[in-house]
């Protein structure tokens, strides 16, 4: 079950704003660009659409909840020309859309419930498979509880909360769980604890339904103010010991030799002067959860070897680093790529790419901005991560390749001027990537309540797949 937040993508002369049941990292506009494009890949015909289980069962407008209307929608996506669908199998508070050996399950939430005997994710791979839809499962990876709702595993126990939700520094440098700052209850990646909870989960869903593909959603930590608990302190010590037989990192001053002091931009709390390891602090970071890629694709595999592992992902790759991750591929340096300026990087943060884990690739490429020639700004650029040209030019270049790439777009949080734009971002995604396009999210297709033109866009589909 996916959540609201809020981002805003600032381009030279065109603004998007977004509110999207997607995640955001609230990423500040880049300016670097150049330099030749990948290796041409074949096109992608794969129309694969997100189904957020908290919008499309317990939303107001929602419509899954009843097995009728659910048939009806399933019905009309084929119609439309979708292949496929993400079911999202587990939300922020931690709990399974299914029957599950390790948490709750959630039967109802904010007035509404699934049929009684009905278990979801069942049903809905059931009746996709009687429609040939390919069927990816996805979690909401490192995220335990909802903190607007205040439910969830982290609040359900104390222990859990006290050792794993995530400490995160406040902009006045003290150390505080994040769920103290109104956001949902992330937990500490590098917990082996946590990683195990998330690996049982995933060798659970693989096992138990008949899928095609297991994608992670959040598999991060939750910004650039994160985890500085101490658990993470006595692990970035022991890091820099073993990697950079750095004598006096045991007696460094935590956390302000990563980040000396913090500000705040549009409500996020960011670095505003940075200490002597900050650097090295973003490569351990990027190390954990590359970690924990390597062990969940092994969990996948050894389930069941055919099934595809993948991840999604922000296509602002630029800000990625502040969350933690870097899904380029371990091949591709940004320290000393000439292209594209990455003044965040440092040497090694590149072997820490975790593309070569993946089968697939889901970037939200959520931009109005369709091709780099419809703004100045961007018209002599041929990697840009803000127009949905740039942000597929630029992964391509990142990963190498590595796996089918299945951009996506948002249909409902951002401010398409009109149905027919949706439909040419569609075609454009459709003839430039590798794997297909990824639509988020069938609520804002079928209830003009949840997309900004406020109408149906099942036409916008159908003609953006012609």
Request: aromatic fraction near 12%.
């Amino acid at each position: 079950m996916k959540r609201l937040l809020v981002y805003a993508l600032l381009l030279t002369t065109t603004v998007v704003l977004s509110v999207a049941c997607k995640k955001s990292d609230a990423p500040a506009p880049p300016t670097g660009g150049g330099g030749d494009t990948t290796t041409p890949v074949k096109p992608g015909r794969n129309v694969i659409a997100w189904v957020d289980a908290r919008s499309n069962v317990f939303g107001t407008y929602g419509r899954l909840n009843d097995t009728a209307q659910l048939k009806k929608v399933l019905d009309t996506l084929q119609q439309s020309g979708v292949t496929g669908l993400v079911i999202d199998c587990k939300g922020s508070s931690g709990y399974t859309m299914y029957p599950s050996a390790f948490t709750k399950e959630v039967r109802s939430l904010d007035g509404k419930s699934l049929p009684a005997n009905v278990d979801y994710v069942g049903y809905m791979i059931q009746e996709s498979r009687k429609r040939g839809f390919k069927v990816y499962a996805s979690i909401v990876t490192m995220v335990e509880g909802d903190g607007n709702r205040q439910i969830g595993t982290v609040f359900d126990d104390p222990a859990f909360r006290s050792k794993y939700e995530s400490i995160v520094c406040d902009v006045n440098g003290n150390r505080v769980p994040v769920t103290s700052t109104g956001r949902n209850a992330f937990v500490n990646p590098a917990q082996p604890a946590i990683q195990e909870r998330a690996l049982n989960i995933v060798k659970e869903i693989v096992g138990k339904y008949d899928i095609d593909g297991l994608i992670l959603d959040y598999a991060r930590y939750t910004d650039i103010d994160a985890d500085f608990s101490d658990f993470s302190k006595e692990q970035f010590i022991k890091f820099l010991q073993d990697n950079y037989q750095d004598a006096d990192a045991a007696r460094m001053k935590f956390p302000t030799d990563i980040v000396a002091t913090w500000r705040t931009s549009s409500g996020q709390v960011l670095p505003a002067t940075t200490g002597k390891y900050y650097k090295k602090w973003l490569i351990y970071r990027t190390g954990v959860i590359k970690e924990f890629f390597k062990k969940a694709r092994a969990a996948v595999k050894a389930t069941k070897p055919n099934v595809n592992f993948g991840v999604y992902v922000g296509a602002w790759y630029t800000t990625y680093y502040q969350v933690g991750v870097n899904w380029a591929s371990e091949e591709y340096d940004p320290f000393n790529d000439q292209e594209i300026r990455f003044d965040w990087a440092y040497p090694g943060y590149g072997k820490n790419g975790y593309a070569e884990q993946l089968d697939l690739l889901m970037t939200g490429n959520y931009f109005t901005q369709i091709l780099l020639s419809e703004n100045s700004a961007t018209a002599s650029l041929k990697y840009h991560w803000w127009s949905v040209e740039g942000s597929i030019a630029g992964t391509k270049y990142i990963t190498g390749n590595k796996m089918p790439l299945y951009a996506s777009i948002d249909m409902g949080n951002v401010d398409w001027p009109n149905k027919g734009e949706i439909s040419r971002a569609i075609k454009y995604i459709l003839n430039n990537t590798s794997g297909g396009i990824m639509l988020f999210d069938i609520v804002h297709i079928y209830a003009p309540q949840y997309n900004r033109l406020k109408q149906p866009l099942w036409d916008a589909v159908k003609e953006g797949i012609k």
